[in-house]
């Protein structure tokens, strides 16, 4: 069963026994996609044991840890007319990718296809997944399932050049919440999201992660897409809520430092939401008050 319509983008950096355990996965998928990884600096032997393991796969080494940015890079060489993302401890299930195709190709209109995340070894449900199913923004009747607000990399098929004229992901973010930019950039520009529930993406957490900076990273890059693309007011507030809500520690007052100090490039590049799309984040933002994985949806 290959299908020529989806590639798979993955971005790695000193994970090799995981990254090869994904490959595994992906190259046992019937739809045999065609797999990119751009390595971001390892220094664990990666690169040498990609070529080595997996000689189908497109390496693309890069000279420094570009984070998400190391997905535009790859994105730029995808041929096929939808990009699949994952990560290095994340893999598609067979005829996910196909699913997803589907979806795009029956729905003109349709930017991003979100899956169920199982995460393994127990293979239960992320707990993400009754958020995405419970999804309050508001979307047409031909939405072949729920309106997102945003999206999770790890576990989205997007349409190629879609993600191509949005931009791809911001060059400053890095990663932490990255994507949420980033699919405001794509409702603007008239795409919308939705989630998939028959669709699956697996998800064996990496053991090697430095969640500390990454939380000081999610909330600068929260704050930076506020102000980046909110109203005023509604920005006002989202920093005010952040403020009173996130744990009054070290890691926090990092993020908004470094959130604080890019303050004269955020307002050059200002370009605030159509209405429609702010009003689609206000409702979201709202439901999200008790949201335990906020960050998935928006």
């Given amino acids: 069963m290959t299908d020529p319509r989806v590639s798979v983008v993955i971005i790695t950096h000193d994970r090799r026994a995981e990254l090869l355990r994904t490959l595994d996965h992906l190259a046992e998928l019937p739809e045999r996609p065609e797999v990119f990884v751009t ?24 000279a420094r840890n570009l984070g998400a940015v190391g997905r535009n890079v790859a994105v730029r060489r995808v041929r096929t007319p939808y990009v699949a993302f994952c990560d290095d401890d994340s893999w598609w299930a067979p005829g996910a990718l196909s699913g997803a195709a589907d979806l795009l190709d029956r729905y003109p209109a349709l930017g991003t296809v979100t899956a169920r995340i199982v995460v393994e070894p127990d293979g239960t449900d992320d707990p993400i997944v009754r958020e995405l199913r419970t999804s309050p923004v508001p979307g047409p009747d031909w939405l072949p399932g729920p309106a997102l607000g945003s999206f999770l990399a790890a576990a989205t098929v997007l349409r190629t050049d879609a993600f191509r004229t949005a931009g791809g992901f911001h ?128």
């Fill in 39 to 62: 390595d971001n600096a390892s220094t664990d032997g990666t690169a040498a044991a990609v070529r080595r393991h997996h000689p189908r796969v497109r390496l693309l080494p890069a």
């Fill in 171 to 298: 060059p400053r973010l890095w990663l932490g919440g990255e994507e949420e930019l980033l699919a405001a950039d794509l409702a603007a520009n008239g795409w919308w999201l939705t989630y998939a529930d028959h669709l699956t993406a697996h998800h064996q957490p990496s053991e090697l992660r430095d969640s500390t900076a990454r939380r000081a990273h999610g909330i600068r890059n929260t704050l930076w897409f506020t102000w980046l693309r909110r109203p005023a007011r509604p920005a006002l507030r989202r920093t005010w809520h952040l403020a009173r809500t996130v744990p009054h520690d070290t890691t926090s007052l990092r993020g908004f430092a470094e959130a604080a100090a890019a303050l004269p490039w955020v307002l050059r590049e200002r370009r605030v939401l159509p209405a429609e799309v702010e009003s689609r984040l206000r409702t979201l933002e709202h439901a999200q008050s008790t949201s335990t994985a906020r960050r998935y949806v928006g």
